[in-house]
T-cell receptor
Framework: DAKTTQPNSMESNEEEPVHLPCNHS???????IHWYRQLPSQGPEYVIHGLTSNVNNRMASLAIAEDRKSSTLILHRATLRDAAVYYC????????????FGKGTKLTVNP | DAGVTQSPTHLIKTRGQQVTLRCSPK?????VSWYQQALGQGPQFIFQYYEEEERQRGNFPDRFSGHQFPNYSSELNVNALLLGDSALYLC?????????????FGSGTQLSVL
């Protein structure tokens, strides 16, 4: 399974944008980039995923580098409820649907 | 529409005992996966069930076994419990389409082995 590298922790202020980086230099051409987050005492929650193009949804935006070796999850206006551990995960095409979690980035949001 | 539901939410067992955890997938989903999450770590993949068969398995001993029923619900069984089996056990469901699909997770069962 291809690996990802994320900072252990990041800090942000409420209502400011947050950019969470992820490096995946060994990504294959068919790997999708998935982001999940886990709030305290809950199971992981899907945030967003993409293959090559930047993606937007109601929760966040995903910016994918042209060479696909890195990506950035963007929370446009952080709220206290966004405080969580964010996981960047590569999932292959072909229906594996198996997630290989690293340690993720713990995001702290200050009021 | 209920999401993924797991039961029980908490469980306390002693070493050597056996435990069964249960999961009902999100409506319309046919694939169930189980993950183990130790304190402070990311979830680790145990195995995945599709069409009542174990489809793929992570690096877990045979003490961990599972089952999927015709209604797609699933059970995780752990025999001969060890102290190190204390963890949050998460169930995730998805619809297997062959294209990288998102997973929906339950809130987990917190297992404590004394």
């Amino acid at each position: 399974d291809a690996k990802t590298t994320q900072p252990n922790s990041m800090e942000s202020n409420e209502e400011e944008p947050v950019h969470l980086p992820c490096n995946h230099s060994t990504i294959s051409g068919t790997d999708y980039i998935h982001w999940y987050r886990q709030l305290p005492s809950q199971g992981p929650e899907y945030v967003i995923h993409g293959l090559t193009s930047n993606v937007n949804n109601r929760m966040a935006s995903l910016a994918i580098a042209e060479d696909r070796k890195s990506s950035t999850l963007i929370l446009h206006r952080a709220t206290l409820r966004d405080a969580a551990v964010y996981y960047c995960i590569l999932m292959g095409q072909g229906g594996s649907e198996k997630l290989v979690f690293g340690k993720g980035t713990k995001l702290t949001v200050n009021p | 529409d209920a999401g993924v539901t797991q039961s029980p939410t908490h469980l306390i067992k002693t070493r050597g005992q056996q435990v069964t955890l249960r999961c009902s997938p999100k409506s319309g989903h046919d694939t169930v996966s189980w993950y183990q999450q130790a304190l402070g770590q990311g979830p680790q993949f145990i195995f995945q069930y599709y069409e009542e068969e174990e489809r793929q398995r992570g690096n877990f001993p045979d003490r961990f076994s599972g089952h999927q029923f015709p209604n797609y619900s699933s059970e995780l069984n752990v025999n001969a419990l060890l102290l190190g089996d204390s963890a949050l056990y998460l169930c995730a469901s998805t619809l297997l389409t062959g294209i990288s699909e998102k997973l929906f997770f339950g809130s987990g069962t917190q297992l404590s082995v004394l």
